[in-house]
């Protein structure tokens, strides 16, 4: 309570202050108080190397800070299926259907035989009971030697970046030198149970030897509210909150008006489109659909709108006065991924050119009440005081969309003094992102939100961008229910 109690005052603040990440915000420099000499110049070495310029070159301290330990682990390429709102194109299907075509792709993308990869891992959040495993289930389908081990990891929205840290770990550590790291969400069919006391007579009736036995158990089930179908919750256990409901009240913790978000979400999908129409999505693996005349080659959800149009939609949570609406929201979707890790030997010895060296990685958790949403600010926060960076060292941002408000709200707490001196235990704020560097090529909010797919997605574009953009740095963020985020820095491969 106490923690909640404080946080809401540091909000109070941020709201006075008017924060908003599309303005500058003013530089308040903290004054230090009751500290020795040696605590001075301690801090006064950690703030110049938090503030220090960006440098062309890549000097050998900075190069080794960036390292993880063990072996280097590089991405050799990633792709995807078309993401697809769900109950559209992919209703009739199943996951591994999904998963079983990102494998596929991925394995005629990089030219790899089947026999190669050594272990397979798969994120994924709604599981669908008959493939509770769904790595190891898309893997048998898709033709891979049997002997070929796979798990399934779930992390809510960071389920393939988890996959993704797993394989790197593999690598590192030199238990695998090839590993397939992916993801999968399917919106469009999800487990709907019986209540829980249904369920209970049920088992007992299974249980049960005589004849009088089962009829008391059935006469029992003889009630209504024992056939209401109980779906997945989409509410935080912990909290019994929807994420729009923090979504809603972050963004008015930050400051960020109805407006900011709109046109945030207007930029997304503007961005979005235009990557898609010069080609630059081309982790995209076209899809055929048993029945379908035309094949699904492009995301479904890309819709560029006017500010007239989004400003009619009513809030989709807090009503009447919440400013989250289902077009500055990312949606319900269909899809999967699958990227291909090695070790740079193993590379070279299959002739691969590999895209990026995954280095290191964070990650976070934090209160999930009131700070949701913010493992962005968190991760991204800690993963560069880890690497002694700065966030002028960063050529490319990649971040989640979940929110437009989310989104806006951890750019304002990432360039506030008061919030990273208060709660990330820094002399200073981590700074502002260029948003001319930021989700270039559009965002979950447009592309689309496969749960377990999402972190591979911003992984393979950051790497692409990279090459596209001849640079050397990018870094992933994102947030992921229960409080939790993640960060990565991508190196280009040269």
Request: proline share 4%; hydrophobic share 35%.
């Amino acid at each position: 309570m106490a923690l909640r109690c404080t946080f809401q005052q540091s909000l109070i603040h941020l709201r006075n202050n008017k924060a908003q990440c599309i303005r500058s915000l003013a530089t308040n420099t903290p004054q230090k108080q009751g500290t020795t000499g040696a605590q001075q110049q301690q801090q006064q070495q950690q703030q110049q190397q938090r503030t220090a310029p960006a440098s062309s070159t890549t000097s050998s301290n900075k190069t080794k800070s960036i390292k993880g330990a063990g072996r280097d682990a590089v991405l050799i390429d990633g792709v995807r299926t078309p993401f697809l709102q769900s109950f559209t194109s992919y209703k009739d299907l199943m996951g591994y259907h999904l998963a079983r075509h990102a494998l596929l792709g991925l394995m005629k993308r990089t030219n790899v035989d089947k026999s190669v990869p050594e272990y397979c891992i798969m994120g994924t959040v709604i599981q669908e009971l008959n493939t509770s495993n769904i790595a190891r289930e898309a893997l048998l389908s898709a033709g891979f030697p049997d002997n070929i081990p796979a798990h399934t990891v779930t992390m809510a929205c960071i389920s393939s970046n988890a996959a993704i840290t797993s394989a790197v770990n593999n690598i590192a550590n030199g238990i695998n030198d090839v590993v397939i790291a992916g993801g999968v969400d399917f919106m469009s069919d999800v487990p709907i149970r019986y209540p829980r006391p249904m369920r209970k007579l049920m088992l007992s009736l299974n249980r049960a030897k005589s004849g009088p036995q089962r009829l008391g158990i059935i006469t029992k089930m003889l009630s209504f509210k024992n056939f209401t179908p109980e779906p997945p919750s989409i509410s935080e256990f912990s909290t019994g909150e929807v994420m729009g409901q923090s979504a809603d009240r972050l963004a008015a913790a930050f400051n960020v008006s109805r407006r900011d978000q709109d046109e945030y979400a207007q930029r997304s999908h503007k961005l979005a489109h235009e990557a898609t129409e010069k080609g630059y999505l081309d982790d995209v693996v076209p899809i055929h659909i048993p029945g379908a005349q035309d094949i699904v080659s492009r995301d479904n959800g890309v819709r560029v709108s006017t500010m007239e149009q989004l400003s009619k939609l009513k809030p989709a949570f807090i009503k009447p006065h919440g400013s989250v609406t289902a077009a500055n929201s990312s949606y319900l979707t269909d899809g999967a991924s699958a990227s291909l890790i090695t070790s740079v030997d193993k590379a070279k010895e299959l002739g691969l050119k590999p895209k990026a060296y995954l280095r290191r990685y964070v990650f976070t958790s934090q209160d999930p009440k009131d700070q949701l949403l913010l493992g962005p600010t968190y991760a991204t926060a800690k993963l560069l005081d880890q690497c002694g960076l700065t966030l002028n060292d960063i050529d490319v941002f990649e971040f989640h969309e979940a929110f437009a408000g989310q989104i806006l709200a951890n750019l304002n707490a990432l360039n506030s003094d008061y919030f990273s001196k208060k709660y990330l235990n820094r002399s200073s704020k981590v700074g502002e992102i260029p948003l001319d560097k930021f989700n270039l090529w559009g965002g979950s909010l447009s592309i689309g939100h496969p749960f377990g797919a999402t972190g591979v997605r911003l992984v393979t574009t950051a790497a692409n961008r990279l090459i596209k953009e001849n640079k050397r740095l990018a870094l992933i963020a994102a947030c992921a229910a229960g409080g939790q985020g993640h960060a990565m820095l991508v190196e280009r491969y040269q």
